[in-house]
């Protein structure tokens, strides 16, 4: 199996693997018959994958896009954010949710997490919002979707966009609402780690229908949407408007071979939810009685999907023994990963906007700690048994080392 994880270096050995698709002959046989129909860009799997995916994100309109990043990128330059704008975000994430923030010119400002939670804390974002603000852009952290409707009601009252990343958040719903359709547009991402995958992709989720045809246009090469002049002009003529660029666009486009596999993919979600929950299951019986770690906090009203399995040591433990834990785990040939290290603190970030240990101690001090485990379909209940007893191991060797 292979690793999908973004932080580690491939280990030699068999490995319980941190993350690993949930792959069957059904999306094999999709994507060889889109293969044999000839047809492998712009079709009807396209259309297919954007009607499965917005349904499930309870949104009248998606917009396939060629990943997570490029769908950030896309929503906000649809929503008109750039140079000037500010866009508040968590330094507690995986790095593209700000870097879209990046692209477009506009400055992101972070604002500090919730300890429990994980994402960030409402009345710091309300606070964080000035004349300058133009979006939210707010993360299921680790697929965490607490404070997301505080978000929303923040947003609607300062009249500024929410922007939802939910890459992490398929088929998660909180409250009765279900993860993408809380912002103005959400994203999500289907990387080989989420919950489905077309291997590489995203999908643009939205209720307005002028800004998914915005991001249609712009994830292709700036095309006409149905409102521009060009669209009529070269109508009349007869001329199609394949040529005609609006707008400066970028190809952004999903192969019909990616989105038959991710029609495959969304025709299984319940399945692949439901057996990733017997694993968060498994591992919450499992992992309860070990001293020194703090398991994931689910508020009641969330119905989870499971991006991650993660647990946090307790407060005292220092980043080098979280990380010597994981070096620990690892020779054991248990895939793990420090998930997520602050984004404030990326060189990137340091050099541009200065930020140093001490800007966000919250999301600091969790990241410090935190751990990701293996986490994917094909884990059994004896690798479960094997991570929660090697994980047990390198804490008690942790604690003797400290005397
Ligand atoms: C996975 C992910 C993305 C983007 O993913 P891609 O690899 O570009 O598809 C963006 N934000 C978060 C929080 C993610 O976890």
Known sequence: MPTNDYSSSPSAGPEITLSGPDITDLEIEAVVR?????????????????????EAAGCDHGVAVSSGTCGLHLALLALGIGPGDEVITTPFSFVASANAILYVGATPKFVDICPRSLNMDPEKVE??????????????????????????????????????????????SYNGRKCGSFGRVGVFGFYPNKQITTGEGGMIVTDDPHLADMCRSLRNQGRPMPADPATTTAGATGLGVWLAHERLGYNYRLSEIACALGVAQMRRLDRI????????????????????????????????????????????????????????????????APYFPCIHLMPEYVRRFGYERGSFPIAESVSDRTIALPFHNHLTERDIDMVAQTLSLMLTRENLARG
């Open 34 to 54: 889109v293969l044999r129909s000839g047809r492998l860009s712009i079709g009807p799997m396209q259309e297919a994958f954007e009607a499965l995916v917005s």
């Open 127 to 172: 606070r964080a919002i000035g004349p300058r603000t133009k979006a939210i852009l707010a993360v299921e952290a680790l697929g965490n979707p607490t404070h997301m409707d505080r978000y929303a009601a923040i947003a609607a009252k300062h009249e500024i966009h929410l922007v939802e990343d939910c890459c992490e958040a398929l088929g998660t």
């Open 273 to 336: 939810i439901d057996a990733r929950r017997r694993v968060a299951v498994e591992y919450l019986n499992r992992l309860m009685d070990i001293p020194g770690i703090i398991l994931p906090t689910i508020e009641s009203g969330t119905s989870m999907s499971w991006f991650v399995f993660t647990v946090r040591l307790e407060r005292g433990y220092t980043s080098e023994e979280r990380d010597r834990v994981i070096q620990g785990l690892r020779n054991h040939d248990v895939g793990c």
